[in-house]
């Protein structure tokens, strides 16, 4: 029986400590050290996924392999993705494949719109997208970031109407924070921390170091 769980009970489960969620989507990357044994990895998923009738995305280059996990059917994590997630780790391990939580993350384009009908469709023209619901696009072929129109009730003076989210494990969010604070940046606002840190560069671009940690639908 296929359950419908949460980012919390995810994280709570055994056997998923190579996998981090980000934006509702659990995600693993393997450090393979070569090509080869990418393929290795990725034809054991293959498998896997086949057996299981649950096919996750697979992003193989020359150090590494990405996967996510996200069970469409229920737009959501079920209990299908942590026992792939499990089986996956272990295929990893019997092929001598470490884990690399540290590696993952999810960039999202967000752009603040007065009215989305008016806006939605110049994007979605532009980069040949395709809606997700109706705040969303996202590129059919998985190659681009995702784009979040986020509703504005008022104008936001000085501040920029376009800006990046960058989803990261929530135990390295901190740390991310610091990093972009250390090089230049300046916190704009940590008042939704763990959610959310607003951040800018030095002349005011603004992007956001996001988690799932706070967030209500994912506790």
Known sequence: MTERI?????????????????????????????????????????????AANHHPDVDLRYQGVTVRLFTHDVDGLTTRDLDLARQVSAAARELGVLPDPTAVQHVQLTIDSFVRGDV????????????????????????????WFQQMDEPRALRNRIHLDIAVPHEQAESRVAAALAAGGR?????????????????GNEACIATWVGRWWEE
Not at 6 to 35: K, M, P
Not at 187 to 203: F, M, N, R, T
Request: net charge negative; charged share 25%; with cysteine.
């Open 6 to 50: 949460n980012s919390r009970q995810f994280h709570e489960a055994d056997g998923i400590e190579d996998w981090r969620v980000l934006y509702g989507c659990a995600y693993a990357y393997f450090r393979t050290g070569s090509f080869a044994a990418g393929v290795a990895l990725v034809g054991a998923i293959g498998r896997l996924a086949d």
């Open 120 to 147: 939605m469709p110049f994007w979605r023209a532009l980069l040949s997208y395709v809606d997700r619901g109706d705040e969303d696009l996202m590129d059919p072929h998985g190659r681009g970031p995702s784009i």
């Open 187 to 203: 916190l704009v606002s940590d008042e939704h921390a763990p959610s959310w840190w607003v951040l800018a560069d030095a002349e």
